[in-house]
């Protein structure tokens, strides 16, 4: 399939035919490691969480930050 054919699906049909691909990577046995970077980010969030400096907003201020 390529961009172009992708591109001429609706939204819809592109998230659905996304969430299969990811289904059946989920069910697959393989030895793809995440990024030594993915683990230095997650490191770093817990970190801030657990000394109490992290700051939470909701979907909703979320939203509103990124529709101005």
Known sequence: M??????????????????????????????IKPPNWHEEILSARKEKIESGNANFISLEELKSKHEK
Do not use: G, N, V
């Not at 969430?19 to 030895?31: G, N």
């Open 2 to 31: 390529t961009i172009t054919e992708i591109s001429k699906m609706s939204i819809l049909e592109r998230l659905q035919t996304m969430e299969a691909l990811w289904d059946s990577l989920t069910h697959e046995a393989t030895d």
